[in-house]
C-alpha cells in the first residue's frame, strides 16, 4: 500500500450484524475517500468474496484471523487465548505501525484489554478513557464527554489527564483552538461534590492557561448537551451511566412520537404534513452519526463502534478514525500528556501547544 494513503485497520468479525455489514459501511467511506486504504482483519474465505462484490480488493488487504472475540467473552479469557482473533489482529497491524487506527464493533471490555496490552499506555497516563461524541447545540453539533465506560474509578490526577486527553480530542477531530471543559458534578456550586471532584476542580483550572483551553468549571447533567462547554470530563461509571440512560430516553421518545401519531385519523395527517420537520429533527439526531467511541492514554489510537451499528454507523465511525490519522492525533495526545506530567503539582509545562496546532 501507498505510503501516501491513510491505513485503517479493521475488525471485521466484531460486530452483531456480521462481516457483510462492516464491509458495506467500509465501501461507503472508501466511495467518499479515494486516498484510505484498509487492512481488514478475519476469515480469508468470508472476507474476499464479501470484498470483491463491493469491489474494494485494490483498497485492502485480507489478514487471515480464523477466531473471532464474541459478545460474551471475559477479557481475561481473550487475552490468555485471543492470539489468532480477528480483534487481536487488527490491533496488532496499529502497534507494528502498519496502519494509523484500529476500528472495530466488537465486545468493549475485550477490546480495551486487548488494546492495553497490545499497545500500552502512553508514559504519565494511570487510567486511559473512552470518549464519546454528544449531541449538543454547539456549532458543530457535538460536545466530547469522557470517560464513558474504560475504568469506573478516577480520582483527581485521572481526572486532570481525561481533561487534557478530551481537549485534545475536541481541539484535533473539531478543529476548536480553545476548547471549553468542564467537570461533571451534581450542580456547579464550587463547595458541592466529592473531595477529588474539589482537588481536580483546581487542578484543571491550574492547568487551563498553560495548556490552551477554556476552564469552564462544574457542569451539570443538563449542561452535557449545551453550548456552554465542549469537553465534559466525569468518571466512567458516571459517565456511562448518563450514556445509556440518554440512549434509553431517546429511544423512548422515539417510540411515543410514534404511537402519538398512529393514535387516530387525524393524527396520523398531522405525521404526514410534520413528516419533512421529523425527517430533519432524525437527521440531526441519528446516533448513527456520531457511532465511535475514541480509546484514549494508549499508544495507538482505537475506535469502537457500536455492535450493533449498521453501514451508515460504521461509515461514521471509519470517518472518524480518517479524521483522527490525518491530524496526527496519537502523536500529539502523547505530546500533551508528557507535557502534564507533575500537573497536579502545578508543574505543567505547555511544551505541546505549538506542536498541536501546526
Known sequence: MSETNTVISIDAMGGDRGPEIVVSGMAKSAYKNPDIRFIVHG???ILQPLIEKRKLEDRCEIRDARDVVSMHEKPSHVMRHGKKTSMWSAIESVRKGEA???????????????????LRKVEGVNRPAIA?????????????????GADIRADQDDLLQYALMGMSYARNGFGLSRPRVGLLNVGTEEHKGR??????NDIIAAAADENDFEYVGFVEGGDIPSDKVDVIVTDGFTGNVALK???????????????????TPLSRIAALLAYPSLRRLGKRIDPRKVNGGVFLGLNGTVVKSHGSADATG???AIKLA????????????AARVASSTGASQNE???????????
Open 322 to 333: 480518517i479524521t483522527l490519522a490525518q491530524s496526527r492525533f496519537g502523536d500529539k495526545l
Open 245 to 263: 440512560t440518554a440512549e434509553g430516553t431517546a429511544n423512548l421518545i422515539r417510540d411515543l412520537l410514534a404511537e402519538a401519531f398512529k393514535y
Open 195 to 200: 473531595a477529588e471532584l474539589k482537588v481536580a
Open 314 to 316: 460504521i461509515s461514521a
Open 132 to 148: 464519546c461524541l454528544w449531541p449538543s447545540r454547539n456549532a458543530s453539533g457535538f460536545n466530547v464527554m469522557l470517560d464513558v
Open 43 to 45: 476469515p480469508r474465505d
Open 100 to 118: 494509523t487506527v484500529c476500528v472495530s464493533c466488537g465486545n468493549t471490555g475485550a477490546l480495551m484489554a486487548v488494546s492495553m496490552i497490545r
Open 348 to 358: 505543567l509545562t505547555g511544551d505541546e501547544k505549538g506542536t498541536e496546532q501546526q
